[in-house]
């Protein structure tokens, strides 16, 4: 109690909140070095090869985020869509936002997209980042006078507790403020005419695909929560977004835009299902491609899966592979198909097929990059 009490008074000189408004600049020493730093690293990052700087693309993220947010309070947020395929977006306290290209296969429809972006930018509204960094400092600053307390026993046990607590606490209070920008979302969805339940969708849908990862690699799910948590667990926040969506429905606040969603990314919809059958990760991307689908398999996505299966590589999977190959060509595939029928058929032992695929490959493609390697394959000498 009287280690507890000393922590809270060593911890108790936070200012109180100030959010962000349009024009908002740093309001005190903090808060500027902070923006320096983020700054500076914004400076080097602008120029990354992972960027990602397709007019389209780029023009359609920022119409969802100020639609979600506001026009006025947009304007100040700079986006950069980044080429990675993990499920994440971040936002600096200086106004710089990610969005990483693995968010967009794991959102089903604008309203989901507009729920993570409108979360991060409660973020960067609510000046997470210096309240976090102020916590942390005046923690640091209260366990190392702390440690220089000469006492022994029964006293010094009660001092290692104290600065375990406050470590805990730093977690405990990123977490709070997760919970604060998950909330913070939904009355923007509700404002801007999106259904607010998207929000726990999202949640839903990443707790699948970790479920379908460890079902695949035969072992326990990904742990999530305890003491040193910087995020409240998925479950808790898919149960705790679905009920306060439920408080916040409203008719006019029903639209998921599927369709528009897909318009948008349909030119980097196969760029993106690559990257994400290049992270090895079988199980969840085939949930991913199976939820993507919705019962209607498409040639793009049966090129897909035929892509991942092939890349798995297990005896039977080349065979499955060839189906899903001749079933998507069937349905319009890129012409890439052919040379994963190809390969396929030569890896499950059917030489002649296989060797046919890669030719009419070569044929449709003549310009293909590959052609040296594939015309070996199908054994064409001249």
Known sequence: MLWGAIALSLTAAAPPPVTVTPGYTPQDADERGLWMQVDEYERQFKTSNFVMRDAALNAYVRQVFCKTVGEAECKDVRIYVVRTPYFNASMAPNGMMQVWSGLFLRCRNEAQFAAVLGHEYTHYRNRHTVRQFRDIKNKTDAIGWLSVIPLGGAIAGGIALAQLGMIGSVFSNSREMEREADTGALPMLVKAGYDPSAASKVWGQILAEDAAT????????????????????????????????????????????????????????????????????????????????????????????????????????????????????????????????????????????????????????????DKAMMAMMAGVTS
């Open 214 to 369: 460890a079902a695949e690699r035969k072992r326990a799910k990904r742990r999530e929560g305890g003491m040193f948590a910087t995020h409240p667990q998925s479950i808790e926040r898919q149960a705790e977004l679905d009920k306060q969506a439920k408080a916040l429905a409203s008719p006019t606040a029903t639209a998921l835009n599927a369709a528009e969603y897909r318009a948008a990314l349909a030119p980097w919809w196969a760029d993106f299902i690559d990257d994400q059958i290049k992270l090895n990760d079988f199980g969840a991307t085939e949930l991913l491609l199976g939820q993507l689908a919705d019962g209607n398999w498409t040639g793009e996505l049966l090129y897909a899966r035929g892509e991942l299966y092939r890349s798995r590589g297990k005896p039977e999977d080349f065979k499955a592979a060839a189906g899903f190959y001749r079933d998507g060509l069937a349905k319009g595939a890129p012409v890439e198909g052919w040379r994963g029928l190809g390969v396929a058929l030569l890896r499950s032992g059917d030489t002649p097929g296989g060797q046919a695929a890669l030719r009419t490959y070569l044929e449709k493609k003549p310009d293909a990059k």
